[in-house]
């Protein structure tokens, strides 16, 4: 990275943590630090939700996923309109007129002290785990840039988000996510407008869309059914994103603190519902972009050579082992195959410039059988990396864009789009941070303590138990490059093993109402087993296990009950 890069990424930084310092100088009680004095108008709402959602995650892994894979990860968001308005009419009411600071708080409510206790622990740790990962995603990207060491790194990237979540609560992640988005959304349409006007010449944008989409990449919308039976290990399909994808949106958005969170600061009930009824209206259109830059770097490869692995690293680490030989000849191979793809592509686009179809057909099909043989190079590639290079991650496709960013954007602008993914990091994780420490104080530390605080000593543990919360996430940050997954996937895996028994749990509460507490104590006992279970002896794809979870809970409750009619009668609303 030049020093310029270097320059224009501190400045971006430095003036995001000075100015949610700045906006959020007077908080100094629980309200102020977790909600915001409940002050924000609808689109701070929007931009805060989607800012919590929309990590280095996202930025960093769903390019990578779509040049991998295509474009029908962007089914897994499918279910999110219906979700909203299901949240909207159901969740926000109630947690509106209790006047909570967090979910969990209606549960004791409804239920009782162990039922609340036991789904806030399945939030605290659902979503430590995988802030963890979020904290590895942008010490990834210094790792790679600098060559300096992922654990080191992670340290830094913690202790620097520490710092800025401990300082300023709601209103410093609210009000930073406003101007981060729009710096992101702004470099990220700047991205793809140089990679189209990186392409040769006389190749365009619609061409480099025929061609991804000759070759698979565009596949928006998938079916699951292979050989006329439901392919239920098929990760991205139009059922698992509308059915599991709605489960999914409405249980982390609907129970998840970290959104529940930033919907709560909204001034009043219809502010919270626009701000979530507006991110499902642009959450969908949002990540399919996302996507589709990947789909055209994609292509741009096509033209110009691309790396055998894209963790530049673990190429390093391969050159000093035994595989160093059979490296060469990979590489060897594979940039002759490029060569083979950037002669055939072109001649693809010329036979569309002449609406030559039986040509295009040619080239197709030779293009797939380079892009086969250059996929099977690859995974002999990642298995040398997975055996031989200690430490490195395995799974290249959290590299990718960072790769193309790194090697062919000009400077000045590597370091807004690093900048850009670290931004997206500080949003989601300063979110997450901070609704982890409001579930902390608010349904453990003050639920269970004896004697009364005062608003200076809450507000003071409250700041201690971010730090506590930031140091955990850092420790699990250090452990993530031995997951394997891309970033995205993990992330999504781990809130599906939690996020269906969570559900169910308030679909009971909100539906079920002679359901008490026991049975449903019971049901989600029995449900986060089966969905572990599950995850540990099926291939099912993690998009089931929301719904999986969910109705294990609400069957059960309501089996069991019918066991037990002598118990008491739930606590109304």
Avoid at 471 to 484: D, M, N, P, Q
Wanted: include cysteine; charge should be positive.
């Amino acid at each position: 990275m030049s020093t310029i890069d270097l320059f224009v990424l501190c400045a971006t930084l430095l003036m995001i943590v000075a100015y949610g310092v700045y906006k959020s100088r007077s908080t100094r009680d629980l309200d102020g630090y977790f909600r915001g004095n409940q002050s924000m108008p609808w689109f701070l709402v929007l931009l805060s939700i989607m800012g919590t959602q929309a990590s280095a995650i996202t930025f960093l892994s769903g390019p990578g996923q779509a040049y991998t894979d295509g474009m029908r990860f962007v089914q897994y968001y499918f279910g999110l309109p219906l979700a909203m308005i299901v949240i909207c009419i159901a969740f926000v009411p109630v947690f509106s007129r209790l006047n909570v600071y967090t979910a969990y708080e209606y549960l004791e409510k409804r239920f009782d002290v162990k039922t609340r206790t036991f789904t806030a622990a399945l939030f605290l740790l659902s979503r430590g785990l995988s802030t963890g990962v979020s904290i590895y995603a942008p010490s990834l990207i210094l790792s790679s840039i600098f060559g300096w060491n992922i654990y080191l790194t992670n340290l830094l990237m913690g202790g620097l988000l520490i710092i800025y979540t401990v300082s300023g609560g709601a209103k410093a992640v609210a009000y930073t996510q406003q101007l981060q988005l729009f710096i992101i959304f702004g470099g990220l349409f700047l991205a793809g407008y140089l990679v189209v006007e990186m392409l040769p010449q006389d190749v365009g944008f619609t061409d480099a869309l025929h061609l991804s989409g000759s070759l698979g990449k565009l596949n928006v919308i998938t079916t699951g059914f292979e050989n006329g039976s439901f392919n239920w290990s098929d990760k991205y399909n139009i059922f698992s994103g509308i059915i599991g994808g709605f489960f999914l949106a409405l249980s982390y958005f609907g129970t998840d603190q970290s959104q529940v969170g930033r919907y709560l600061t909204a001034k009043n009930l219809n502010e919270s519902r626009i701000g979530l009824l507006m991110n499902g209206f642009v959450k969908v259109p949002m990540q399919f972009l996302i996507l589709l830059l990947g789909a055209l770097v994609f292509s741009f490869y096509l033209f110009t050579s691309a790396p055998v692995f894209f963790n530049e690293s673990g190429l390093v680490k391969l050159r000093s082992t035994n595989k160093a030989d059979s490296l060469v000849w990979a590489e060897q191979r594979f940039s002759a195959l490029s060569s083979a793809k950037a002669e055939e592509a072109a001649k693809f686009s010329k036979a569309r410039s002449n609406n030559d179809q039986a040509s295009m057909d040619l080239s197709v099909d030779q293009l797939s059988k380079y892009e086969k043989e250059s996929g099977l190079i690859r995974t002999q590639v990642k298995s040398w990396v997975k055996s031989s290079a200690e430490g490195v991650d395995s799974n290249d496709t959290n590299y990718i864009f960072l790769r193309f960013v790194v090697d062919f954007l000009p400077i000045g602008l590597v370091g807004l789009l690093v900048a850009i993914i670290f931004l997206a990091a500080w949003g989601s994780i300063a979110a997450a941070l901070n609704s982890l420490a409001s579930s902390t104080i608010i349904d453990l530390h003050r639920r269970f303590k004896k004697s009364e605080m005062s608003a200076e000593q809450e507000f003071s543990w409250s700041r201690r138990y971010t730090f506590l919360w930031g140091v955990f996430c850092v420790l699990i940050a250090c452990f993530a490059s031995e997951i394997g997954n891309s970033l995205i996937e993990t992330v999504n895996i781990l809130g599906s093993l939690f996020y269906g028994t969570i559900l169910g749990i308030f679909l009971v509460a909100f539906w079920l109402k002679k359901v008490d507490s026991n049975a449903v104590f019971l049901s989600a006992l029995l449900s986060q087993t089966t969905v572990f279970m599950t995850f540990k002896f099926t291939s099912i794809s993690f998009l089931w296990y929301n719904v999986l979870g969910c109705l294990v809970v609400f069957i059960g409750a309501f089996v069991i009950q019918l066991f037990f009619q002598n118990r008491k009668e739930p606590i109304s609303e």
